[in-house]
């Protein structure tokens, strides 16, 4: 057991846990943030994603001993950021979600790929969120929705 | 109310149910459904702001709560079901929040006569029963309405949440629940004519979109109980396969492991458990079990199995599925 000092939007937190805990783990069990969500825990769907100084990381993978003094940013703090507010009320009015499972990981992802590219295109759109899968099947209106946050952030 | 079944007479159920309604203590209009069953308990439930029976609840500052008594899961009824008991309501759709519902008898699927969700039965099921409980609402309403102003009924109409009577007269919904609480329960209430569907029908957009767009949505996963233990499943490769023996000394030796066991399993199989305090630790104990599968009573069918099968019984007479003479 180790104990780590995590900021976690914009909160000074602490947790005392075994070094090789994944970060999702840590938020979602020793926090109680259980907006991430837990997938497929080998990196591959996506659902778990947050930012880790700004960087969209999938959190299942990430043992938070590695985590250091970099932010942490989840879907329960995005919405306190100008382009992760605007990019959930472009899910709402374009009625992406079905089940709703992987869309924190979906908001992230988006999020960060608006940061880095304001109005990004078709294939960066593809680019960057091919790593998020969605079941129900949602990724036209996903498309759709960082395209109608992009343009409300011009 | 409820459709004849053999399922729920099965159950013991009769075919009557009734509406019940009541003042809530925190104030409002609750509307519940209740078995006449010998299986239920007759008693009144305690009041409270929800009552786990109540279907609708119209709140003092207007907002409509509808009980969705199906779980969502993407295939929209947490909106779908709200939308048949908000139509005939006349209810103002931007006021109308949809929970789901807790066990309770009065949340059984009327046809099959339990709590459930499957087999693309929800509207197909629930098509009646909502709109009635919105048709018997409606009607009460009004009828505090018009008790209220003195004024025949049929110079009454109701629009998004409002009753509208003769000489410019309104009254809201949230105003006239606590007086149309006290009023009996009407046995019919008519239905509308799919022409005069507001909601049903229409893009109404989901119910649920907000909660699922920051994080606050409490799904399955995230339930977190007082003491909760995490328990994860060694499933065997195979359908059907067992463990011959399996050393399970690495997984029980990490700190926060409670116990390792074996369950069967649907396919007539074994599979082994690890419970533990919390995820990570039951997974690590998980990855440390060394389990030796037994094999020998899988299911063996292969394709060339299948084929030699097919051909077998092509050599052999049929049944006549049909004659033109």
């Not at chain 2, 116990?259 to 104990?285: C, H, L, M, N, Y």
């Amino acid at each position: 057991m180790e104990t780590y000092k995590l900021t976690v939007n914009g909160q000074a937190k602490e947790v005392s846990t075994d070094p090789s805990t994944p970060l999702l783990w840590v938020l979602r069990e020793e926090l109680k943030m259980t907006g991430t969500k837990y997938g497929c825990g080998i990196s591959a769907c996506g659902a778990c994603t947050v930012h880790v100084a700004g960087v969209a990381t999938r959190s299942c993978v990430v043992p938070v001993s590695l985590i250091g003094d970099r932010p942490i940013v989840t879907i329960e703090g995005i919405g306190q950021d100008p382009v992760g507010r605007a990019v959930e009320d472009a899910w709402v009015s374009e009625d992406v979600v079905q089940c709703g499972y992987c869309q924190s990981g979906q908001i992230m992802s988006a999020v960060a790929l608006l940061k880095s590219i304001p109005k990004p295109t078709d294939t960066n759109i593809e680019e960057s969120m091919g790593g998020n899968i969605c079941r129900c099947g949602t990724y036209v209106r996903i498309r759709k929705a960082i395209k109608a946050a992009s343009q409300q952030l011009a | 109310m409820f459709a004849t079944t053999i399922a729920a007479q099965e159950l013991g159920l009769s075919r009557r149910g009734f509406l019940r309604v009541s003042v809530t203590a925190a104030g409002g209009l609750i509307v519940s459904l209740y078995l006449d069953s010998p299986l239920l308990s007759q008693q009144p439930p305690q009041l409270k702001v929800y009552p786990p029976d109540a279907f609708v609840h119209i709140k003092r500052d207007g907002m409509i709560v509808i009980q969705v008594n199906r779980l969502e899961f993407g295939q929209g009824v947490q909106t779908a079901l709200p939308m048949l008991l908000a139509d005939e309501m006349d209810a103002d759709w931007s006021h109308v929040v949809a929970e789901l519902a807790p066990a309770a008898d009065v949340y059984k699927d009327p046809l099959f006569g339990i709590q459930m969700v499957g087999g693309s039965g929800s509207i197909a099921h629930s098509f009646q029963q909502y709109r009635e409980l919105g048709a018997k609402v409606r009607a009460m309403l009004l009828a505090a309405a018009v008790q209220q102003w003195k004024v025949p009924t049929a110079q009454c109409r109701t629009e998004a949440s409002v009753v509208y009577g003769p000489g410019g007269r309104s009254a809201k919904y949230a105003e006239l629940a606590d007086s149309a609480a006290r009023l009996p329960v009407p046995e019919n209430s008519p239905l509308k004519r799919a022409s005069d569907f507001k909601l049903i029908g229409k893009d109404t957009r989901r119910l649920d979109s907000r909660p699922k767009c920051d994080g606050s949505l409490k799904f399955g996963l995230d339930l977190d109980l007082p003491g909760m233990k995490v328990a994860l499943v060694a499933h065997p490769p195979i359908f059907g396969a067992s463990p011959k023996s399996f050393d399970d000394k690495a997984a029980r030796s990490l700190q926060g492991v409670m116990d390792v066991f074996e369950i069967p399993t649907i396919s007539r199989g074994t599979a082994v458990v690890v419970v533990a305090d919390k995820f990570w630790t039951a997974k690590q104990a998980r990855d440390r079990l060394a389990i030796n599968w037994d094999f020998s009573r899988v299911e063996s069918a292969d394709t060339a199995q299948l084929w030699a099968k097919y051909k077998e019984l092509a050599g052999t007479p049929g049944n006549v599925a049909g004659s033109t003479s």
